[in-house]
């Protein structure tokens, strides 16, 4: 299994400001993923990160707006950029291990 | 392109009843297939994790089925309890190699006491 966590739980932004958003896991892992859970919607990915490469984007997201670091194997940081109340949402990170993916508890993002 | 739907949307039954959610995919060609119970305002939680060369899986009250070949899954909940409230969400990883998930909608359960 997979333990992960993420920083901040939760915030409220003003619009035109920018977040970075924390995922730390208990292990080693080739990739992680950022998703997003807009109210009342399921999720979608917005970016694979891969360890020592750029991240992969989804269609409908840009590396501008979404920002990925990925400085090592336990870690990485999402960063919501220029912000707009259309980025609320909560945002979360998750890893695979042996099939199963694990999440993380979640960001709950407030722009207003 | 792979599109995942769950129904019901809501399904609210009283304490004790055996229930099933359902979850269709489009697109059979799957590596697997994982149910999730998400709780308000947290993340999501690992239920039962099925391949796609198994028909089924079981974890104490809950049992997931899968049907490639008809693109469907359910999820069976015996003797429901109040804790079981919650929104379940049917995932399906779409080919080998690329561990990105498609999510259905989702199906918020309440169970009354």
């Known amino acids: 299994s997979a333990v992960i966590s993420q920083k901040p739980s939760r915030d409220i932004c003003q619009r035109g400001t920018s977040l970075t958003i924390q995922c730390q896991v208990d292990?080693?892992?080739?990739?992680m993923f950022w998703y997003r859970q807009q109210p009342g919607q399921s999720l979608t990915l917005i970016a694979t990160?891969?360890?020592?490469?750029?991240?992969?984007?989804e269609s409908g997201f840009v590396i501008d707006k979404f920002p990925i670091s990925r400085p090592n194997l336990t870690f990485s940081t999402l960063t919501v950029s220029n912000m707009s109340p259309e980025d609320s949402s909560i945002y979360l990170c998750?890893?695979?291990?042996?099939?199963?993916?694990?999440f993380g508890p979640g960001t709950r993002l407030l722009v207003l | 392109k792979q599109e995942v739907t769950q129904i019901p949307a809501a399904l609210s039954v009283p304490e004790g009843e055996n229930l099933v959610l359902n979850c269709s995919f489009t697109?059979?060609?799957?590596?697997?297939l994982q149910w999730f119970r998400q709780d308000p305002g947290k993340g999501l939680t690992s239920l039962l994790l099925i391949q796609s060369s198994q028909r089924e899986q079981t974890s104490g009250r809950l049992n997931a089925s899968l049907d490639k070949s008809s693109g469907r899954s359910t999820l069976y909940i015996a003797a429901s309890q109040p804790g079981d409230s919650a929104t379940y969400l049917c995932a399906v990883r779409p080919i080998q190699g690329a561990q990105k998930l498609v999510f259905g909608q989702g199906t918020r359960l309440t169970i009354n006491p």
């Open positions: 990160a891969n360890q020592g490469s750029e991240a992969t984007y």
């Open positions: 998750s890893v695979g291990v042996q099939e199963t993916q694990y």
């Open positions: 697109d059979s060609a799957i590596y697997n």
């Open positions: 292990s080693q892992v080739t990739m």
